[in-house]
Nanobody, 124 residues
């Protein structure tokens, strides 16, 4: 059993930065993928970024590549999402997720564990 708790969201202006954290309790096996997803009002949940827990290999959605960076601290069982150059269209509820033996990292259905979400609002 894995429990995930996100933190770090808030209200920022366009161009600002935020760092989200996802603290995991329980055992994170080396075969886990850890991901960030987001969901804006009236829209489907969409993939943002993923990191393989053991290797640290990352992958990003096209719309955040170059602006967001996903990382993890194995010793702290914590994953991060550094978000730079934020835009109003980045406004959403951001979720972290964990999945075993993930094949399609961009599919929410591949992840069995989810946090409660942290709100990010980008507005002037």
């Amino acid at each position: 059993q894995v429990q995930l708790v996100e933190s770090g969201g808030g209200l920022v202006q366009p161009g600002d930065s935020l760092r989200l954290s996802c603290a995991a309790s329980g055992r994170i096996f080396s075969t886990y993928h850890m991901g960030w997803f987001r969901q804006a009002p009236g829209k489907e949940r969409e993939f943002v970024a993923v990191i393989r827990w053991a290797s640290g290999i990352t992958s990003y959605a096209d719309f955040v590549r170059g602006r967001f960076t996903i990382s993890r601290d194995n010793a702290k069982n914590t994953m991060y999402l550094q978000m730079d150059s934020l835009k109003p269209e980045d406004t959403a509820l951001y979720y972290c997720a964990a999945g075993l033996w993930v094949v399609t990292a961009s599919s929410p259905n591949e992840y069995g564990y989810w946090g409660q979400g942290t709100q990010v609002t980008v507005s002037s």
